[in-house]
């Protein structure tokens, strides 16, 4: 394994301070796996972000470690200016600034749609209750759930679900959107409704990392698509380029695979 | 007739066995609530603590369900004065069972908290909620559903197992039977009425068991702390 090369990188660069999410070198290991390797990635204000990549290819994981679901092994990753890993940075306080939305939604069971909203705005940002309950309202009726805010999410289907797991990120006011695959456990004629209100979302000027192979969202409001494979990114560029004119044999390969199905 | 007599002879007992009872369920009460309150605590840091925590508490746990009760209500009573530490048999009674029932509690709670999926805690710790906000508001409810029916019946347990405490002279409702069994010569009749004591404090959890699994199984509505 490489040493971790933190010591010489930590000083801040003046310049770059304009970079929301920085990826320096980052290696990750899950036992013998290398997940993530040399990692480099750098994302702007506004700007959307999509990943993608054949299952196992470590986009899950580059996401999860933006918020400290992950630690990473070696390398630097600086979120919104401050530096994962380092023991003065406050983690749950940086996990305020960036919504994470998941496969599962992740909805909590035992709370309304409007609870699950307002949970954390009241208990970690410490809005008042009915302040937040305001918010939540609004939120709730944006992404169209304005008549199901007082249901529990096993009265919801799944794309309704994950449009209130939207709204209880949104309802925190992040600076930054990670979306893990938000559309891969939803009935096909309710993709459509979640996409919507994120590309909504990302016209707001969100800047959003998503993972997904919606190619079609990926083209309406992304800047950038990354393509990666077993750990490494592999590919970068604007969505038009990528699709019409993959540059490496793994992109071809897998884009071949998922726009033919 | 001769079972007329005993009956008699038993009646004029009803303040001793008022006062069995009344030992029986003050040492259970103070026992479930102390050891409620101390395993749900232990149950917490062995599910989610740092690992000399988790070590400590789950060796702990065996040590005590791994050995008799009445073992432990003697080293409490009997082995700890000669440490130089004097407790009257009552406090001793209340602090075994204490503390057999917050290991058992432990278990079950650690086990409940285990049982949420792992999503729930990844959704809120994305939300940046604190460990205690974590626990309190989205992994304890979740895990009540689960945890409240063996607890109930954990309880029950516990309240049967007060009845070693008469082994170090508290005159709790099965020590109340010795006493009188030797008055009244016989045993079916006298401990008859002892088991039915038991009963009667312990159908009422019984009967709250079954209700919460009902209402579990139709209620998505959180449970109350």
């Known amino acids: 394994m490489p040493k971790s ?9 003046p310049g770059r301070h304009q970079t929301v999410i920085e990826f320096r070198g980052v290696n990750k290991w899950f036992g013998p796996l290398h997940v993530l390797r040399e990692v480099t990635l750098d994302v702007q204000p506004k700007e959307v972000v999509v990943v993608c990549g054949p299952s196992g290819s470590g986009k899950s994981t580059l996401i999860r470690c933006i918020n ?28 305020t600034e960036i919504g994470f939305v998941f ?34 309202r609004e939120l709730l009726a944006k992404v169209g759930l304005a008549d199901k805010v007082d249901a529990y999410p096993s009265q919801l289907s799944g794309g309704q679900q994950q449009r209130v797991a939207i709204a209880r990120s949104l309802c925190m006011r992040p600076k930054i959107m990670l979306f893990d695959e938000p559309t891969s456990a939803l009935d096909p004629e309710m993709i459509s409704e979640v996409l919507d209100v994120m590309v909504a979302v990302a016209e707001e000027g969100m800047t959003m990392m998503v993972v997904t192979h919606e190619m079609g969202f990926a083209r309406k409001v992304a800047q950038r698509v990354v393509f990666m494979d077993q750990g490494s990114i592999v590919e ?26 | 007739m001769m079972i007329w007599q005993q ?5 004029g007992s009803y303040p001793l ?59 409490i009573f009997f082995i700890l004065p000669e440490a130089g530490i004097e407790l009257e048999a009552f406090t001793a009674g209340v602090i ?103 009963f009667i404090v312990c159908y009422p959890l019984l009967a709250i068991a079954r209700r919460i699994e009902r209402r579990m199984g139709a209620a998505h509505a959180e449970v109350q702390l």
């Not at chain 1, 400290?68 to 940086?94: C, F, H, N, Y």
């Not at chain 1, 410490?126 to 309950?133: C, K």
């Not at chain 2, 917490?44 to 070590?55: E, K, S, T």
């Not at chain 2, 409702?173 to 009425?193: A, K, Y």
């Open chain 1, 5 to 13: 090369s933190c010591d010489d990188a930590t000083a801040t660069h």
């Open chain 1, 68 to 95: 400290g679901l992950e630690t990473i092994k070696s390398g630097d990753l600086v979120v919104d200016g401050q530096r994962l890993g380092d023991p003065a940075t406050d983690m749950p306080r940086l996990r």
């Open chain 1, 103 to 136: 496969q599962q939604f992740n909805l909590y069971p035992h709370k309304t749609a409007l609870q699950n909203v307002t949970l954390a705005p009241i208990h970690v940002r410490r809005t008042p209750r009915a302040e937040a309950e305001q918010a939540g």
């Open chain 1, 236 to 261: 970068i560029g604007p969505p038009e380029e990528f699709f019409s004119d993959p540059k490496t044999d793994r992109s071809r390969a897998f884009l071949s695979k998922i726009l033919h199905h």
């Open chain 2, 7 to 11: 009956l008699q002879s038993l009646v």
């Open chain 2, 17 to 75: 066995a008022l006062r069995g009872l009344g030992t029986t369920v003050a040492v259970s009460l103070i026992g479930l609530l102390a050891g409620s309150l101390v395993g749900f605590a232990m149950g917490m840091l062995r599910a989610g603590g740092n690992r000399p925590v988790r070590l400590v508490i789950g060796a702990w746990v065996d040590l005590i369900r791994g050995t008799p009760f009445l073992v432990q209500i003697f080293l």
């Open chain 2, 96 to 198: 075994a069972l204490s503390n057999l029932a917050a290991c058992f509690i432990c278990e079950i709670v650690a086990g409940g908290i285990g049982a949420v999926p792992k999503g729930q805690v990844e959704a809120a710790l994305a939300s940046g909620l604190s460990r205690w906000q974590r626990m309190r508001h989205v992994v304890l409810p979740q895990a009540m559903r689960i945890i409240l029916p063996p607890l109930v019946g954990q309880y029950v347990l516990l309240i049967k197992d007060s009845s070693v405490v008469s082994a170090i002279g508290l005159t709790d409702l099965t020590r109340v039977g010795w006493l009188v069994v030797q008055r009244v010569p016989n045993g079916l009749l006298v401990f008859g009425i002892i088991g039915l004591g038991y």
